[in-house]
Structure formats: structure tokens, C-alpha cells
């Protein structure tokens, strides 16, 4: 996990702020998750908390792999 902060900024901005899940196995089922999140919380738990987490697991520290989550999704997917 070693995005530049260019790239979150990008990526956060592509997002609105918003969550940009859209896995079926979270319980958000099939709408994207959308929720509401804070700038000043990535890294935290709590409300309007979230990660910038890499879409492939093994794929490259670019925008492309990029995606914002919600404390709760990017709890979801860690391995
Ligand atoms: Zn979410
Ligand atoms: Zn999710």
C-alpha cells in the first residue's frame, strides 16, 4: 500500500468524497456503497473514516488501482 499523495488526491477527487464500493459480498449488495466521507479522517475508524485501498491486490500504485473506501468496505477487504 504506498500510493503517492498525488494519487489519492486524484482518486478522492474522482470520488466526490464519496465511497466508490461496489462489491456484491458487502452489505450494500448490488448499489454502490456512496457514503459520505471526511478528508481529514483516511486512516481512522469512525464516522466519515476511509482508505485509500488497491482495487487489484498485487496491481500497480496508480489511479487506475486506486479506490476510495468507507472504514466499513475497506474493513471488508482486508486480508
Ligand atoms: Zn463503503
Ligand atoms: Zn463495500
Partial sequence: MAFSDE??????????????????????????CGKQLVWAMRGRDGRGGWE???IAFTGE??????????????????R
Avoid at 68 to 76: E, P
Wanted: hydrophobic share 30%; glycine share 4%; with cysteine.
Fill in 7 to 32: 494519487v489519492i488526491q486524484r482518486a478522492w477527487e474522482r470520488a466526490g468524497g464519496q465511497c466508490e464500493c461496489q462489491r456484491r459480498t458487502h452489505r450494500h449488495f448490488y448499489n454502490p
Fill in 52 to 54: 485509500a485501498d488497491k
Fill in 61 to 78: 500504485d496508480t489511479l487506475r488501482n486506486c479506490e476510495v473506501l468507507c472504514w466499513d468496505c475497506h474493513d471488508s477487504i482486508m
